[in-house]
């Protein structure tokens, strides 16, 4: 038995005092609101209803039913009202998850952006170099950088994200610079090893219009990036790193992009979010707003492309 449904047609034919009246505002035939009253008296076994066929009364039983159970499913609907109206506010929790490189450098702006235009939002953050499971998680929006996240999910490439073979000034003046990408095996070069398996990743090289994947002399490998690029900023090593993560130290001159010819441009920036039809307005409208600033993204990454060039 259903007793939220049979309750609330209960509740609905008191309410009406007619089966018919209960049913046309509940949407069902007068028969089905009349076999729910009636098994609703055989799972309490007594009587709630004293029929006739002009008039519908209550019974002690069923008057004591109804004022206790009245109130208790007008909050529940109240509650299913305030959660259905939600869809449509502005106010709210938005859980997003990222790696942690992307934390500083490209959510906490959309953050701030976002409620510039939304300051009831609220958001909680999950950072992990694991990919995160966003139903199990209860995550409205993640963010990864890489190949798209899989099949079971929405996901929208925001940018392109160039992979920029660099080195500190002091490091090129000491070992000179590698002209072709073979030359990288007589350098020292900086790796990253995948959190998540253990795996050296190989540099990616963009060679007469093909990817190439080679594999480089690390003298150091890191399993977090930022601090693999603080590692090439101190003259370690030559590093393949992501744009995003040494733009500024290739405006200012900290870093020297070098073999430019063969930058790869394979990885891409991507926002992903599960399959829903209910989608809550909130996270629908931070959704828009990333994807109207990933245009500006993608445009000073583009303009980086012409820097390392």
Request: proline share 5%; hydrophobic share 40%; with cysteine.
């Amino acid at each position: 038995m259903d007793k939220a449904r049979v309750l609330t047609l209960f509740i609905g034919v008191v309410r009406a005092g007619s089966f018919r009246r209960a049913a046309v505002e509940a949407g069902v035939t007068p028969q089905a609101v009349s076999k729910a009253v009636r098994t609703l008296e055989a799972e309490l076994g007594v009587r709630l209803l004293h029929r006739t066929t002009r008039k519908l009364s209550l019974t002690t039983e069923g008057a004591r039913l109804f004022e206790l159970a009245a109130p208790g499913m007008r909050q529940l609907d109240e509650a299913l009202e305030q959660i259905r109206s939600s869809r449509s506010e502005d106010d709210g929790t938005i859980r997003l998850t990222a790696p942690p490189s992307l934390g500083s450098r490209v959510l906490v702006p959309l953050m701030h952006g976002f409620r510039e235009r939304y300051p009831g939002i609220v958001f909680d953050v999950v950072l992990s170099d694991l990919f995160t499971d966003l139903v199990e998680a209860r995550i409205d929006v993640g963010f990864r950088v890489g190949t798209s996240p899989g099949q079971n999910l929405v996901a929208r490439r925001l940018c392109d994200v160039p992979l920029i073979i660099c080195a500190s000034p002091d490091y090129l003046a000491r070992h000179g610079e590698p002209a072709t990408p073979e030359a990288l095996l007589q350098h020292r070069c900086t790796g990253f090893r995948r959190a998540s398996t253990g795996r050296m990743v190989p540099w990616e090289l963009q060679v007469d219009g093909n990817l190439v994947y080679q594999e480089v002399p690390a003298v150091a490998s890191f399993n977090d990036l930022d601090t693999e690029v603080e590692a090439v900023r101190a003259g370690i090593g030559i590093g393949q790193l992501l744009a995003y993560m040494v733009h500024d130290d290739l405006v200012d001159g900290r870093l020297k992009p070098i073999l430019t010819d063969y930058t790869s441009s394979n990885v891409g920036l991507y926002m992903y979010f599960p399959h829903r039809t209910q989608m809550p307005a909130r996270v629908r409208r931070f959704i828009d707003f990333v994807v109207e600033a990933s245009r500006g993204a993608e445009q000073s990454l583009s303009r980086l492309v012409g820097l390392a060039s």
